[in-house]
């Protein structure tokens, strides 16, 4: 079955350091990958998704992640990060062995920005 | 909408009563997507609706959830004979045609506390 690993499950970075959040999935077939952000009192919003392609991908507010399929792995990247960059962070991968689709989420890494 | 919009907010119930939860997504929306979220979990796929064809329902936890949606318009999510366990925010996504064309556009989300 499909999974994700979000191995850091709490991270605190200091304002304008770089960022990276680690994001492991379980599946067979060429993944369609995502991350999404949930800041406070705030929907989830997707920050860049990965299809096929160049595995570096990039995203809204400064973010980019790198697809390694001999790692299966699809890492989230910010050179500089923002108090305002403070949130939960959920990668996914798209389920389609299913009748239609579902994206299955890790568990979340939720980040710290200290001054 | 401008949004996916949830209702209610808020819901705090006893257990062994039945909920609805709403969920009325974007306008032109065809897909539709529940989602729980306990706490310090990631997100766990319930339900998805695809136009007119037969629901996902693979996430669905038990047969005391289950869910409806008229059309390409509002769906509900019924929890009957709640439980403890039931407490945690229950989100609705929205996409235009589908997870691999289109990002899912979340609401806010409806928590659910069963005393």
């Known amino acids: 079955a499909q999974s994700v690993t979000q191995p850091d499950i709490h991270i605190t970075v200091s304002e304008g350091a770089s960022l990276e959040l680690r994001c492991n999935y379980s599946?067979?077939?060429?993944?369609?990958l995502f991350w999404y952000v949930q800041s406070p009192g705030q929907g989830l919003q997707l920050l860049l998704k990965y299809f096929s392609g160049d595995t570096l991908v990039q995203g809204i507010k400064g973010f980019e992640a790198e697809f390694k399929r001999s790692q299966s792995s699809f890492n989230l990247r910010k050179p500089s990060v923002h108090w305002s960059d403070a949130a939960e962070y959920f990668c996914?991968?798209?389920?389609?062995?299913?009748?239609?689709?579902?994206?299955?989420f890790g568990k979340g890494t939720t980040l710290s920005v200290s001054s | 909408g401008a949004g996916v919009s949830q209702s209610p907010s808020n819901k705090v119930t006893e257990k062994g009563k039945d909920v609805e939860l709403r969920c009325d997504p974007i306008?032109?929306?065809?897909?539709l997507y529940w989602y729980r979220q306990r706490l310090g979990q990631g997100l766990e796929f319930l339900i998805y609706f695809q136009g007119n064809s037969a629901p996902d329902k693979s996430g669905l936890p038990s047969d005391r959830f289950s869910a409806e949606r008229t059309g390409e318009s509002v769906s509900t999510l019924t929890i009957q004979r709640t439980q403890q366990e039931d407490s945690a925010v229950y989100l609705c996504?929205?996409?235009?045609?589908?997870?691999?064309?289109?990002?899912?556009?979340f609401g806010e989300g409806s928590r659910l506390t069963v005393l």
């Open positions: 306008s032109g929306h065809t897909a």
């Open positions: 996914a991968v798209a389920s389609l062995s299913q009748a239609g689709t579902a994206l299955i």
């Open positions: 996504a929205s996409s235009l045609l589908g997870l691999i064309t289109g990002e899912l556009f």
């Open positions: 599946y067979g077939a060429t993944p369609y």
